[in-house]
Nanobody, 113 residues
């Protein structure tokens, strides 16, 4: 059974950094695609970044140049390094394995002074 667990959220001030982790389990192979999404109450879930085994990473325009997605296969973990955080980055962040439509429980990120 595929499972994804996010961690690393919290409270940050504008301009600060946080690193989110998505630890995955239950795979018999390295997952080909992992996506990070975020959602604010009352709004649709927004795609933030994608990492694959074969294609370049993808970033939403709103985070390009500030966020970096990476993976450590040895730790079964995908990271989302978030720099120069802004109040509009406040959301619950989810990781997703699209092939099996697997989602983590989410981790809250709040950016406020």
């Amino acid at each position: 059974q595929v499972q994804l667990v996010e961690s690393g959220g919290g409270l940050a001030q504008p301009g600060e950094s946080l690193r989110l982790s998505c630890t995955y389990s239950g795979f018999t192979f390295e997952p080909s695609v992992i996506r990070w999404y975020r959602q604010v109450p009352g709004k649709e879930r927004e795609l933030v970044a994608i990492i694959t085994l074969t294609r370049p990473t993808y970033y939403a325009d709103s985070v390009k140049g500030r966020f970096t997605i990476s993976r450590d296969a040895g730790k079964n973990t995908v990271y989302l390094q978030m720099n120069i955080l802004q109040p509009e980055d406040t959301a619950v962040y989810y990781c997703n394995y699209p092939t099996g439509d697997a989602w983590g429980q989410g981790t809250q990120v709040t950016v406020a002074s």
